[in-house]
């Protein structure tokens, strides 16, 4: 039997991260530039994170770094499409914009940009420590937040977060704006997400530290 989301705890955390104070970094292997966006826990380094959410620009072709021990999910968020070579088998895999994929962080990929540079979303999470999930989301649309971390990024357009309930807060997004939710054991929240101009584009990405079983239809 399905359980209803309780009420927000006052453990729950908002944090509200603006793309003008995000600073670009190279890339692992240095191929590229990426602006992180958040990390678990705060202060961590690419040998120490549990999960860690970043957006990169890929400007030429390239390989991806290695990141042992992690599981990775993609998404394009600006550009047509790249194709992902692996270098085992070569085998080849195109995605799309909006288009999500997850591999393993130790997959020799490669990225081809067929159609010219892009921009992805990226989430990391190291294997044992999390289960991670992107989903892009264009519709106004009310979200079940539970235990663990979330984070709402704003592709493009303008979106409105509130949370579904007599005082909840409300925050805006632009496009490159995150909202990081960070929720204790036990609790669940709603919160509403609507679109405020045509072509908006919002990814609703999850980092579950337990998985959470809910039974019902």
Not at 26 to 39: L, V
Not at 191 to 209: F, K, M, N, W
Request: contains cysteine; aromatic residues 6%; proline residues 5%.
């Amino acid at each position: 039997m399905q359980t209803a989301p309780t009420a927000t705890s006052p453990e729950t955390h908002f944090h509200l991260i603006r793309a003008a104070d995000l600073a670009p970094v190279p890339w692992k292997n240095g191929g590229g530039i990426t602006r992180q966006i958040a990390i678990c826990p705060e202060g961590a380094t690419l040998d120490t994170f549990s999960w860690r959410i970043s957006a990169a620009v890929v400007e030429q072709a390239g390989p991806f770094s290695i990141f042992n021990g992690i599981d990775r999910f993609i998404v394009v968020t600006h550009g047509a499409s790249m194709t992902l070579v692996d270098a085992v088998d070569q085998s080849r895999r195109s995605l799309q914009q909006g288009q999500t994929f997850a591999f393993a962080g130790e997959a020799a990929l490669a990225a081809e940009l067929p159609d010219g540079p892009i921009q992805d979303f990226n989430l990391m999470v190291r294997r044992g420590q999390g289960l991670g999930e992107l989903t892009v989301r264009q519709s106004a649309q009310r979200l079940v937040l539970y235990e663990g971390s979330t984070v709402l990024h704003c592709v493009s357009g303008v979106f409105t977060i509130s949370q579904a309930s007599i005082n909840g807060r409300e925050y805006q997004l632009a496009a490159g704006d995150s909202l990081q939710a960070t929720l204790p054991a036990g609790c669940q929240t709603l919160v509403e997400i609507v679109p405020e101009q045509a072509g908006s584009s919002l990814i609703d990405a999850r980092i579950r530290h337990t998985a959470v079983v809910i039974d019902g239809d």
